[in-house]
């Protein structure tokens, strides 16, 4: 890891460790409170959740094996796939944003599928995500319009911009814009020109070839030989991801008679805190999904005691299933070892049936 990664990971660290002091100095709530509810929690839940958990995570490697079907010779098991998911969360927890290198990277050493191939097909997955997202964003706007309008009135309060800003605002977007656009086509010409030239050039044909592969996986959504079990996967995990926090909800007094309605916002507000550039979400969880609990009758206290549960829970999960396949992978690792050229040579890996 060079200077500037630590540094990236540093302030991602600081971000989380700030947002996270923060929340808990807004809802008044100290450690010893928080840990007198959670340990009165009915964990009977948390193993329900657990459940729910491994089926979602089964279900994404799953989709993303079926993404891979068309524009890969190899043959990654179910088991492979889920392990480099698990493996991959488990990274993302340390290094925000390594997790999806860490999950390709591990299915080549465990099924020789090229790297810039599986990257292609995960963004081509993450493009089907954020489309669910989307859908379930307007949904739950629709159903739970007041709820959500307060909540982004009061979160926001008077950071939205001024009138007179929006203007000059504008214009320096415009500006970007044109110039992004100028280099852009300054670009094109000087590649046409050059093209010839460039195509002799070894470090041209690697960046050539590793984009070549990672298009044929952006594109294997067109080639999907099982389209009703890559939607129905999609469903599968949306779902699961549901039921994973809104069983929860049960586990404390405090939260066991929140209704469905409640489970798709703080789902909702959830992802989108999980998407912060902080490791695993920490902090950005807390207070979006603290702020939103208040929606719904919660205590600040309560709000942040739900919100540290769920997100402890989900982590726990991560970690405990990520180290059961990081031990998978070395095992494996080591028995590939006794055959170098398996090794060297990622077309000469067998999978294991």
């Known amino acids: 890891m060079n200077l500037k990664n630590i540094l990236k990971y540093l302030i991602s660290l600081a971000i989380a460790g700030g947002l996270l002091w923060f929340t808990f100095q807004q809802s008044h709530l100290d450690a010893a409170d928080l840990w007198q509810k959670i340990k009165g929690a009915d964990y009977r839940w948390v193993l329900v959740s657990a459940v729910f958990t491994i089926i979602a995570h089964w279900s994404r490697a799953e989709r ?21 998911v698990l493996t991959g969360y488990l990274a993302n927890l340390a290094l925000p944003r390594a997790g999806e290198f860490v999950r390709c990277g591990t299915l080549f050493r465990l099924s020789g599928v090229p790297v810039n191939v599986s990257f292609g097909a995960v963004v081509a997955e993450r ?17 739970e319009f007041d709820r959500i309008s307060q909540f982004f009135m009061d979160f926001l309060g008077n950071k939205l911009p001024k ?16 110039v992004l656009l100028g280099l852009a086509s300054v670009s094109w010409f000087l590649f046409n020109r050059y093209r010839e030239a460039l195509g ?35 469903l599968l995990i949306w779902t699961m991801y549901y039921l994973m926090s809104y069983t929860l909800f049960f586990a404390m007094p405090a939260t066991e008679n929140l209704g469905p309605l409640a489970g798709l916002t703080i789902l909702m507000v959830g992802t989108l ?19 939103v609990a208040l929606l719904y009758g919660l205590t600040s206290q309560d ?17 405990i299933l990520g180290i059961f396949s990081l031990l998978f992978v070395l095992f494996r690792r080591n028995k590939l070892t006794a055959e170098p050229d398996v090794l060297d040579d ?8």
């Open 200 to 234: 002799k050039h070894p470090l041209y044909q690697k960046v050539s070839g590793f984009l070549k592969g990672l298009l044929d996986g952006l594109l294997s959504v067109r080639k999907i030989r099982r389209p009703g079990a890559f939607v129905f996967h999609t």
């Open 303 to 319: 709000g942040q005691v739900l919100a540290t549960f769920i997100h402890g829970v989900s982590t726990l999960m991560i970690i």
């Open 127 to 143: 493009l089907f995500d954020l489309l669910m997202l989307v859908l379930l964003l307007a949904a739950t706007f629709v159903l």
């Open 64 to 84: 993303w094996r079926i993404l891979l079907e068309p524009v890969v010779t190899q043959r990654p098991t179910s088991l492979d796939t889920t392990v480099s």
């Open 163 to 178: 009138a007179g800003t929006v203007s000059s605002g504008s214009g320096v977007l415009l500006l970007i814009g044109a």
């Open 346 to 353: 990622p077309k000469a890996l067998k999978l294991e049936q």
């Open 273 to 291: 805190g999980m998407a912060a550039p902080t490791p695993g979400g920490i902090g950005s969880f807390h207070l979006l999904v603290g702020q």
